[in-house]
């Protein structure tokens, strides 16, 4: 992209003061694709949160383009959407974007190398997923911060599928920033389940 360098991996860190009094909130997700959904909590947490500076962690296997049926984004096709969204919304100075492994619950211990020393784990009340993972969070003596999103409209992943899916319209689901980019990359037909695939 002309003009738009995307950070390099790390780099966030020397923007990230781990002795800092203000924690870094972090945000954890698979961001396939990085949707309007997606920012509207980033934005969100950026105003409610006592913090300048929020990292988005993208979860990917390490190696592969992809680790599921709907995992079919590249990470750099994430992050270069959260990218395109941060510079049009002049967020680029406040937002870093780091590739961290797939995990699951047992396994939380593998972020641990890429976090700050302070961080507030942060999820939304948007469904009860993610209001298990606050719990599991503070079993752990974690710092976290539940966003309230109630009051927005909050698209998922699953929502923009079904939509395609249905021949229906997908530059509703994404920040007009992306769409160039989206359609550059085939991303309408990657995200269509193929033929009797269960979503």
């Known amino acids: 992209m002309p003009g738009h360098r995307l950070p390099r991996s790390g780099e966030w860190k020397s923007r990230v003061i ?27 947490s950026l105003q409610v949160l006592p913090t300048e500076h929020l990292v988005a962690f993208v979860c990917t296997e390490f190696g592969s383009a992809s680790h599921g049926p709907f995992d079919v ?7 270069t959407m959260l990218s395109l969204i941060l510079a049009a919304e002049g967020l680029a100075s406040r937002v870093d974007s780091v590739f961290v492994p797939k995990f699951d619950e047992p396994r939380w211990g593998l972020l641990r190398p890429f976090l700050p020393r302070r961080t507030v784990r942060c999820t939304s009340n ?12 503070k079993r752990l003596g974690w ?5 309230d999103v109630s009051d927005l409209e909050v698209v998922t992943s699953t929502e923009l599928r079904g939509s395609l899916g249905a021949g229906a319209g997908w530059k509703r689901f994404l920040h007009p920033a992306t769409h160039d980019f989206f359609a550059d990359i085939d991303g309408p037909s990657r995200m269509v389940p193929p033929p009797g695939r269960i979503r």
Not at 126 to 137: C, F, G, I, P, T
Request: charged content about 30%; cysteine-free.
């Open 18 to 44: 781990d002795g800092a009094d203000q924690p870094v909130a972090v945000w954890i997700g698979r961001m396939h694709p990085y949707h309007l959904g997606h920012f509207r909590i980033l934005e969100r």
């Open 73 to 79: 984004f590249a990470p750099n096709e994430r992050r």
């Open 126 to 137: 948007k469904d009860a997923s993610d209001l298990r993972r606050v719990e599991v969070w």
């Open 143 to 147: 710092e976290t911060a539940l966003i």
